[in-house]
């Protein structure tokens, strides 16, 4: 943190060698959390007049990652079109657009989890398509979610809204769905974002979280958060992945702190068994299932959250 030697030279390598005019097609999410949400950094980072970093400012800087940003953006801009639900596909082409054999199914993770950087985007260029967009995605996956548990699946067909993956969990698929709500409404302050994600909250306490009511005491197991069937809430198999270990650190934010820091504890038991946290990891047996590591960031910001 403060290096703005480097900072400043990864940043001018960024603006003299990068250019989204390729004949590429990439995923929707994964270019918009790691290459979109990048260059919004690195120019608030810039850009920030109270400058917490030290100085990162960049003589003769003008905007250029934010009109990068734009460019990219405005390429992922035709997997919003032609939907029937609002949904994205999951694939777009950055020079031709949607292929012609782009799959129709998406995870609600994928689709769901655009308004954070979008948001961003709209705001710093006074233009709402894309906040739009993001949200419309949001509110169409939150509509298809079950009466009766309240639950999101994780795969869904954007065309007809079926549910094509009906494993409502923490992890992979649904992960950050519920990030997002939670973090965009920080952000922004919209009312409807924490109303989505105290509702998703709730469904989750009443149908995912398995064990004992409190962490360190009475009967039964410590507490755990299952994957289960969204339309029943009955267990649908005995593993959880890492991408989970994100929640006790959603859950700190929230101020639900004594759960986060049982939830963590879980999570950090398996790792110190293991020197990081297996793919997934069997809660039966007490065995992975999984056994690679890619080095996922969650538990280190749960453990960071908690900490703070």
Not at 189 to 212: H, P, T
Request: glycine share 8%; net charge negative.
């Amino acid at each position: 943190m403060g290096n703005s030697s480097e900072f400043q030279k990864a940043v001018k390598l960024v603006i003299n060698t990068v250019s989204f005019d390729k004949d590429s097609t990439v995923q929707v999410f994964e270019a918009t959390i790691r290459v979109l949400g990048s260059l919004l950094s690195a120019h608030r980072i810039i850009t920030d007049s109270k400058q917490p970093f030290g100085d990162m400012t960049i003589k003769d800087y003008d905007n250029e990652l934010l009109y990068m940003a734009h460019d990219l953006a405005v390429r992922l801009l035709p997997a919003f079109e032609n939907t029937k639900t609002g949904i994205p596909y999951p694939r777009v082409n950055l020079k031709t657009g949607v292929p012609p054999d782009t799959n129709n199914e998406t995870c609600t993770a994928g689709a769901g989890s655009l308004l954070v950087e979008f948001g961003i985007l709209s705001r710093l260029l006074g233009d709402s398509t894309f906040e739009w967009v993001a949200r419309r995605a949001v509110k169409a996956l939150w509509n298809l979610r079950s009466n009766d548990t309240g639950l999101l699946g994780n795969v869904v067909n954007i065309q007809t809204g079926h549910w094509v993956g009906k494993q409502s969990g923490l992890g992979a698929g649904l992960d950050s769905f519920y990030e997002y709500l939670l973090k965009s409404y920080i952000l922004f302050g919209e009312k409807e974002d924490l109303e989505m994600f105290n509702a998703a909250y709730q469904s989750i306490q009443n149908y995912l979280r398995r064990g004992r009511e409190a962490c360190n005491e009475g009967e039964g197991d410590p507490p755990l958060y299952v994957n289960v069937n969204m339309f029943s809430g009955q267990l649908m198999n005995t593993w959880i992945d890492s991408l989970q270990a994100f929640f006790p650190g959603l859950q700190v934010l929230i101020g639900d702190v004594e759960d986060a820091i049982c939830l963590h504890a879980f999570y950090y038991a398996i790792w110190k068994r293991y020197g990081a946290l297996p793919e997934r990891y069997n809660w039966q047996l007490q065995a992975p299932d999984v056994l690679f590591y890619p080095l996922r960031p969650e538990l280190v910001e749960s453990t960071y959250l908690l900490y703070q």
